[in-house]
């Protein structure tokens, strides 16, 4: 690896407070981030300062929360086909073969988001990017809605039927949800308060199960009209939003040299007048990018470095799709069909998705305090134990021994298998792409590794159905369970502990060459 990649690779620095005593004897205090020189900015204790940061904090929390609909129309798209494939294989619209098409078509389209995500994203901006990705999701809806009616008014001899154009529309929603996967992260990170950004964040798992909920609450009770009717409501609330509320993002204005703009956004989200600090910060950040040596794509591929943190975020993403959790959340209702549950199948999916989405609360709490990696290895395994569980359960089923007793097994596997999931699996490795990836290749190795993401759970998708039917779910799960043991072994023996680390110093475990 040469040392000029080494070296840019190796600039990240951690933030410090300073407490200095002004010349009226009122205490001042500064936080710099060194990433960006000259960046120090006062915030003395005042009753009119404290007023001002309490309005502003709220309108930081309020404005996550309406970005973040994206993210719950994103939950809606992926969720969708759990109580949507039961519904129409049970009237016999469609077979197997078309349900794992129909499933699996939106990672076809998500593994493709992310690159146009990156290649649109500064020419667009970020807001025109995400109104463009709610009208794409919305197409995608009313197509789905309305395949069915259009087939027969094709033209004579198109060779094209209702399947065909669902087949398109959840393409097209596949592309958005990889859309929005990259830049509403990447937008709300550039409009929030450095003091709620963290915060906001975890927002991004909460809407995202929250638009699962919405799908699994809806579908096993009301026709399929009425749930692509109220899957429409996220993506239509964001694009209104959008157009109507939000602002641009002020480093991307900041980038394009609308320095205006930029203040006048900067001051609806902070609701202060005085917001030169920040810009000045922007303005550092801006020229700092500039020239930074970003790598090529042949050099992210070839340079030693650049590899082993690819290989270490890719390897784990890769064993998260591998613990079973998106096509479980795929495919939920019909799983919990399999089984001999006195819980109906829609309730124990509601019952999945509300766990799923509460046991996402503890995650960030449990990682500051253990750290990324032990929560990883809790987490597979007690992934690779209530699989297992739940595989031998299908077995014992399959060879038809009396499970009267131990009907409540099935969702207590799965609840517990959620709750394990949320605290590591889940956002472990997207945690450990943002402290891996340096600025240099942050870009393109997160569109890489998302795209990665998308085409594992296609293949995992498209395979489960016929899998599960041809050699029964106890083999499925029984594989799922032993790859979360290879994950634990993995994570303990090769992941470095970042634990404590600071960016520098990750960047620099990761890149040094070992004597």
């Known amino acids: 690896m040469s040392t000029q990649h080494t070296d840019h690779a190796l600039t990240e620095a951690e933030s410090v407070h300073k407490e200095t005593p002004n010349t009226e004897g009122e205490t001042t205090y500064y936080f710099q981030d060194e990433t960006k020189p000259g960046s120090s900015q006062p915030y003395p204790h005042s009753e009119s300062y404290s007023n001002q940061v309490d309005g502003s904090l709220r309108r930081g929390f309020i404005i996550g929360l309406l970005a973040n609909f994206s993210t719950m129309a994103a939950g809606n798209a992926m969720a969708w086909s759990s109580p949507s494939i039961p519904n129409m294989m049970d009237q016999g619209l469609i077979d197997e073969y078309e349900a794992a098409w129909l499933t699996s078509m939106l990672a076809v389209g998500a593994s493709i988001g992310p690159f146009l995500a990156y290649r649109l994203v500064e020419s667009f901006g970020r807001k025109k990017l995400l109104i463009l990705d709610m009208v794409l999701l919305i197409f995608s809806w009313v197509l789905l809605?309305?395949?069915?009616?259009?087939?027969?008014?094709?033209?004579?001899?198109?060779?094209?039927?209702?399947?065909?154009?669902?087949?398109?529309?959840?393409?097209?929603?596949?592309?958005?949800?990889?859309?929005?996967?990259?830049?509403?992260?990447?937008?709300?990170?550039?409009?929030?308060?450095?003091?709620?950004?963290?915060?906001?964040?975890?927002?991004?798992?909460?809407?995202?199960?929250?638009?699962?909920?919405?799908?699994?609450?809806?579908?096993?009770?009301?026709?399929?009209?009425?749930?692509?009717?109220?899957?429409?409501?996220?993506?239509?609330?964001?694009?209104?939003?959008?157009?109507?509320?939000?602002?641009?993002?002020?480093?991307?204005?900041?980038?394009?040299?609308?320095?205006?703009?930029?203040?006048?956004?900067?001051?609806?989200?902070?609701?202060?007048?005085?917001?030169?600090?920040?810009?000045?910060?922007?303005?550092?950040?801006?020229?700092?990018?500039?020239?930074?040596?970003?790598?090529?794509?042949?050099?992210?591929?070839?340079?030693?470095?650049?590899?082993?943190?690819?290989?270490?975020?890719?390897?784990?993403?890769?064993?998260?799709?591998?613990?079973?959790?998106?096509?479980?959340?795929?495919?939920?209702?019909?799983?919990?069909?399999?089984?001999?549950?006195?819980?109906?199948?829609?309730?124990?999916?509601?019952?999945?998705?509300?766990?799923?989405?509460?046991?996402?609360?503890?995650?960030?709490?449990?990682?500051?305090?253990?750290?990324?990696?032990?929560l990883l290895v809790l987490s597979s395994i007690g992934c690779c134990f209530f699989l297992g569980a739940l595989a031998f359960y299908f077995y014992l089923d399959q060879v038809k021994v009396n499970l009267d007793s131990f009907k409540w097994v099935p969702v207590a596997c799965n609840v517990l298998y959620f709750s394990f999931h949320s605290i590591g699996l889940s956002s472990g490795p997207w945690a450990l792409m943002g402290e891996f990836y340096s600025p240099s290749i942050k870009a393109k190795s997160s569109a890489l590794t998302a795209s990665f993401c998308w085409m594992f759970v296609f293949i995992l998708s498209k395979l489960f159905p016929p899998i599960s039917i041809s050699l029964g779910p106890a083999i499925c799960f029984a594989v799922f369970s032993a790859f979360c043991f290879v994950c634990t072994l993995y994570i303990v023996i090769l992941l470095p502990d970042t634990s404590g680390m600071s960016l520098f110093q990750i960047q620099k475990l990761l890149y040094e060459r070992k004597k």
């Open 145 to 374: 809605g309305l395949a069915p009616s259009i087939a027969p008014h094709l033209p004579v001899g198109t060779a094209v039927d209702g399947i065909q154009i669902m087949y398109v529309a959840r393409f097209f929603s596949g592309i958005s949800v990889g859309c929005i996967f990259m830049v509403t992260p990447m937008y709300i990170a550039e409009i929030a308060d450095t003091r709620v950004r963290s915060a906001l964040g975890s927002l991004f798992t909460l809407f995202l199960i929250f638009g699962y909920l919405v799908e699994y609450s809806i579908g096993p009770y009301f026709s399929s009209t009425v749930l692509v009717l109220v899957s429409f409501i996220s993506p239509i609330t964001c694009l209104t939003i959008f157009c109507t509320v939000l602002p641009e993002s002020p480093l991307y204005l900041m980038g394009k040299g609308e320095r205006e703009a930029a203040t006048s956004a900067l001051q609806w989200l902070r609701r202060r007048e005085d917001v030169s600090d920040e810009i000045k910060e922007i303005e550092v950040s801006l020229e700092e990018s500039r020239t930074t040596d970003l790598v090529s794509w042949s050099q992210l591929l070839t340079t030693r470095g650049h590899l082993k943190c690819l290989y270490y975020v890719i390897t784990l993403i890769l064993f998260q799709q591998l613990s079973g959790v998106t096509v479980i959340l795929f495919y939920s209702e019909p799983i919990l069909k399999m089984t001999s549950s006195d819980l109906s199948p829609a309730v124990g999916t509601i019952l999945l998705a509300v766990v799923y989405m509460l046991a996402s609360f503890w995650a960030p709490g449990l990682t500051a305090k253990f750290g990324i990696k032990r």
